[in-house]
């Protein structure tokens, strides 16, 4: 099957006043058109980086990232980004948070076929009717499913979430993770979710990819068997918690708290 | 605009000049020690015509200042913002600039560009109230968090259009506080020019004939003329705000 990203033998390094800070070396990652992918790894080992090489932000020292068979080399309108900082604009109302993006990318919508989008799209997250509130009145769940929203309003290729929930409570968590299946059935897309909650990367990915300490390389991954629609109780089952036991580890090696032959 | 918004502050100035009018009562102060406020009518009175012409002048060469110091201070706080360089190396220069008292630089002005009075107050004005808005507009910029501009940057947005969209906007309810502060700061550098190099215009120029002829009344009946174009001109600026970053406003 035709991966839709593909990210060969990656290597990049920031330059700082003490010289190159390699934090990219011997990164792999193939997405297929439709997968949903989810890259765990120990704090400030690049994953961040990783999503901005995929939105064209970046461009690696060595390597290639590919989106559809064709290198970026710089920013394309082919994607949708939402951050951990919902940054929505507090002048617009969430409507006009929403579109912002078609102010931009060129689109086939009329200025009438986006808004009933924009409308859908919130209706879909459960924001109906709030879509004259401005970002203020709203709490940070619904802040953030609106920028989700705002991230898919052009209908983009790759849809990257940098850890979006991050600063959620446990339980509006929960819910977003019950709305993205809700999205992703309705509006599919191929995605990469960066994210430290290796709870979130089974219940939402279908492929869990573990990025080792900095500088970062591919160290493993894990394929989620499909089980169908997936609900919350998935994650109370012996299989995921033989999975979460499995990535945990994964983690401790990518720390350096464990030597790689201890995992087994 | 709720009535309470108007009867409050139109009441809290009745009660200030009736403490004042008190003050001067109580204490016996000559006209000369400390005039009141009933002391001023007749001043305004005989002087009306003056007042309104004066006051003319101060206004519109403050505005102007003003408005000079908005654009100046605008284009000098883009670059500081944009430019990592630029600002390391304009700030020192600006803060120098800033701490030189404006009233030693008055007479300079007026030997430079000798009996060009217009341009001279226009000139003050602005360079004591521009340092307030390039500093506000440089800081907003600078602080734009990174998603924002990774936001529109990933859908191929260029550097202008970011500006326009984001940035900008989000710098107005810093440049307005700031603006606040640059409007009292015109109107300071106007009468400067006018008291210190007075050239027959202004209200500056009517204080200092006050001062001449010993009409203390006429001298208090001045400061209070500005601090009524200072209200007015600070109320201008508070409805721009409301107009253009009301959404900044959370008390609501």
Redesign the interface.
Known sequence: MENLIEIKAVRHSYRTASGPLPVLDGLELSVPEGGFVAVVGPSGCGKSTLTRLVAGLLIPDHGEVNVHGTRITAPRSNVGMAFQNPVLLEWRTILQNVLLPLEIVPSKLSKAEGEERARRLLALVGLEGFENKRPSELSGGMKQRASLCRALIHSPEVLILDEPFGALDAFTREDLWQIMHRVKAEEPFTGVLITHDLRESIFLADQVVVLSGRPAKTQFVLDIPDTGVRTLDHLYTPEAAAMLNTLRHQIEIAQGRVPAGAAA | MKARQIYVPVLAVIVFLALWEALVWVMGWPNYKMASPSDLIPAYEKYWELFLIMGWQTLWRTVVGLLLAVIFGIALGMIMGFSRVMRDALYPLLVGFNAVPKATVVPIVALMFVGAHDFNTVLIAFMISFFPIAVSVSIGLSTL?P??R????????SQA?IFW??AL??T?PEFFGALKVAVTLAFIGTNLMEIVSPHGRGLGALFDSGKTNSDYPLMFAVLIALAFLGIVLYYVVVALEKIF?G??D?TA
């Open positions: 968090e998603e924002y990774d936001i529109l940057r990933s859908l191929g947005a259009t969209k984001i906007p989000k107005l970053a959404w900044a959370r």
